[in-house]
């Protein structure tokens, strides 16, 4: 049976860490139906590659494409780098959930997008449900941002949640689980993830109060990092804290 597309005479890298070999890569309906010795099989396209390398897509684990990718869906910018699928909602931010109280703030920082009049979603689920009917040129994980959680919840309040309030941002937290988010993310050195807790107390502890808005089973990608860190140093809390990240069971 021919090929939609071959890929002839690439250094492929399979990804699973083997070294590269010379290959040919037949394409059908979409996806990889041989590596191999294709020879001359028929395809209707044919992609000469000798002398360059072929890879499986480039996962970029940290962007903050959340609002890129509604302006520019076809993400180019990432697929002419080999890039085939971002994690978006990273340091805690993420467009959505957005509560009616506090619109004005969360919104302002897309107003220099023209598009942003016809942006009126609340919830993480409207969210993903406007990114999909635009359409998306890549795959996308979405993380829902604990410091978009609290905005959403008490704005920019310099102090921690009260209990009240933590169940309300335990509800934003689990609508965006079951829409369809990833995980959650924090930013506790970016405002308002940096007033979750009293200052006083160490960073590990309010990275933990910060966790319990995630169910077990909830991925979660902590952004902790000390100043020195920030301004070239190295900060062992930091690299302590993302390596803490939960993993789903099963
Ligand atoms: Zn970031």
Redesign the pocket.
Known sequence: MPFDVVIRGGRVLDGAGSPWRIADIGIRNGRIAKVGRVGRAKSANSVDASGKYVAPGFIDI???SDIGILVEPTAECAVRQGVTMHVIG??G?SPAPISDPYRELAVRRFEYYVQARDWNWSTYGEYLDFMAAQGVGINIAGLVGHGSVRLATMGFEERPPTRDERRQMKAHVDEAMRAGAFGMST?LVYPPGCFDDCRSRPRMHRNRRARRLCRPDQPQQS?VRGHREREGGSSPLGSREGSRRRRPRG
């Open positions: 940290h962007t903050h990273n340091c931010d930013g952004e």
